[in-house]
């Protein structure tokens, strides 16, 4: 392996463009990660409920699977062994770890909400902000 991917992969491991990954027990990865996929289902719930936007979802497990208008798909899938979570979108794959009391991607330090929303905002071709006016 060459220097520069030794580098990588170290940064990758250790954690984050914004700092260091937190190592979370079993059940703690679980509740954050189930919090932020009932955050993103009861959101699409909700553009659908006030005609914003039909985003269909489906849930098999820690996998979610959006489908927006026009064909295009998002896909956030769990990977507890890595403690991250994916993010699949037409502008690429995303990696996020447990950084600081929030989900940040692995190469550039952005919080997870943002990127989805960037993606599903990209995709659809409106402002959509994922997570706003929701209450526990």
Same mark, same amino acid.
């Given at each position: 392996?060459?220097?520069?991917?030794?580098?990588?992969?170290? @940064? =990758?491991?250790?954690?984050?463009?914004? #700092?260091? @990954?937190?190592?979370? +027990?079993?059940?703690?990865?679980?509740?954050?990660?189930?919090?932020?996929?009932?955050? *993103?289902?009861? $959101?699409?719930?909700?553009?659908? /409920?006030?005609? &914003? %936007?039909?985003?269909? $979802? =489906?849930?098999?497990?820690? *996998?979610? /699977?959006?489908?927006?208008?026009? #064909?295009?798909? *998002?896909? %956030?899938? $769990?990977?507890?062994?890595?403690?991250?979570?994916?993010?699949?979108?037409? +502008?690429?794959?995303?990696?996020?770890?447990? &950084?600081?009391?929030?989900?940040?991607?692995?190469?550039?330090?952005?919080?997870?909400?943002?990127? &989805?929303? @960037?993606?599903?905002? /990209?995709? $659809?071709?409106?402002?959509?902000?994922?997570?706003?006016?929701? +209450?526990?």
């Amino acid at each position: 392996m060459s220097p520069d991917l030794n580098a990588d992969a170290a @940064a =990758r491991t250790a954690g984050t463009a914004s #700092g260091a @990954a937190q190592r979370l +027990s079993d059940a703690q990865y679980r509740q954050l990660t189930e919090a932020v996929l009932h955050t *993103l289902e009861r $959101t699409a719930d909700r553009w659908l /409920e006030d005609d &914003v %936007v039909d985003i269909d $979802t =489906r849930r098999t497990g820690g *996998l979610l /699977e959006m489908a927006l208008p026009g #064909g295009s798909q *998002l896909i %956030v899938n $769990t990977q507890p062994p890595l403690q991250e979570i994916w993010l699949a979108a037409r +502008s690429g794959g995303f990696h996020f770890r447990w &950084v600081d009391g929030q989900w940040r991607d692995t190469r550039d330090g952005r919080e997870f909400f943002d990127a &989805v929303s @960037a993606c599903a905002s /990209e995709q $659809t071709g409106l402002a959509l902000r994922f997570g706003e006016g929701l +209450s526990a």
